[in-house]
């Protein structure tokens, strides 16, 4: 049985930092192609940020890029977002994801971020809310 399993996330002010983790089991995350997602109310769920440790490939959307960073510890298992200038836009639900990474890797990766429908396992979500 496949888990992931989230922590971290919270309120922080605008310019703040925080760290989430995706601790995983069932599935080697280093073998699969990770990835964050968030979703504000009323918005789709969107991709903001994926890893394929094996390639050692990274995708980010632009409104996070220089500012989060994806990694994973493999002896761990465990997947992270570090995200730093934190805006209130960033504020949202935000959930890890995995899906093996053969489909993504035959188009470059393309689509990562909008297909959710191609990750087969998702964590429960954990909320980020920037404000002052």
């Known amino acids: 049985q496949v888990q992931l399993v989230q922590s971290g996330g919270g309120s922080v002010q605008p310019g703040g930092s925080l760290r989430l983790s995706c601790s995983a089991s069932?599935?080697?995350?280093?073998?699969?192609?990770m990835a964050w997602f968030r979703q504000a109310p009323e918005n789709e769920r969107e991709g903001v940020a994926m890893?394929?440790?094996?390639?050692?490939?990274?995708r980010y959307d632009d409104s996070v890029k220089d500012r989060f960073t994806i990694s994973q510890d493999g002896a761990r298992n465990t997947l992270y977002l570090q995200m730093r200038s934190l805006k209130p836009e960033d504020s949202a639900m935000y959930y890890c994801?995995?899906?093996?990474?053969?489909?993504?890797?035959?188009?470059?990766?393309?689509?990562?971020?909008?297909?959710?429908?191609?990750?087969?396992?998702w964590g429960q979500g954990t909320q980020v809310t920037v404000s002052s």
């Open positions: 994801a995995a899906v093996g990474c053969a489909n993504l890797r035959a188009r470059s990766y393309a689509g990562w971020q909008s297909t959710t429908s191609m990750y087969n396992y």
């Open positions: 069932g599935i080697a995350i280093s073998s699969n192609c």
């Open positions: 890893i394929d440790a094996a390639w050692d490939r990274t």
